[in-house]
Nanobody, 128 residues
Framework: QVQLVESGGGLVQAGGSLRLSCAAS????????MGWSRQAPGKEREFVSA????????YYADSVKGRFTISRDNAKVTVYLKMNSLKPEDTAVYYC?????????????????????WGQGTQVTVSS
């Protein structure tokens, strides 16, 4: 089992920035991608970003490309999501997850249902 704890959410004005963190604990895989998804009220979960085990390969949804940056620190078993130029439509609960991969350079699946574990989420609210 893997436990994931997100932090860093909060209320921010449009145009502002936040950095989310997610620490993993428990028995992880030898190689795994880490990613973020989000869900706004009344909407389906959207996959936002992912990073490979090696950290060299990343994925971003079109809606956040150029504004969000994902990174990871394997020594701390932590993934980060730096969010800049935030918009009201970024308001959602953000979840971090872990997906087993068989290649250290793979950012893994981009479908939240294919992830192995998800955290409980952290709320991000962007006011206009």
């Amino acid at each position: 089992q893997v436990q994931l704890v997100e932090s860093g959410g909060g209320l921010v004005q449009a145009g502002g920035s936040l950095r989310l963190s997610c620490a993993a604990s428990g028995r992880t895989f030898s190689s795994y991608a880490m990613g973020w998804s989000r869900q706004a009220p009344g909407k389906e979960r959207e996959f936002v970003s992912a990073v490979s085990w090696s950290g060299t390969s990343t994925y971003y949804a079109d809606s956040v490309k150029g504004r969000f940056t994902i990174s990871r620190d394997n020594a701390k078993v932590t993934v980060y999501l730096k969010m800049n130029s935030l918009k009201p439509e970024d308001t959602a609960v953000y979840y971090c997850g872990v997906a087993r991969t068989y290649y250290s350079g793979s950012y893994g699946p981009t479908d939240p249902w294919e992830y192995d574990y998800w955290g409980q989420g952290t709320q991000v609210t962007v006011s206009s």
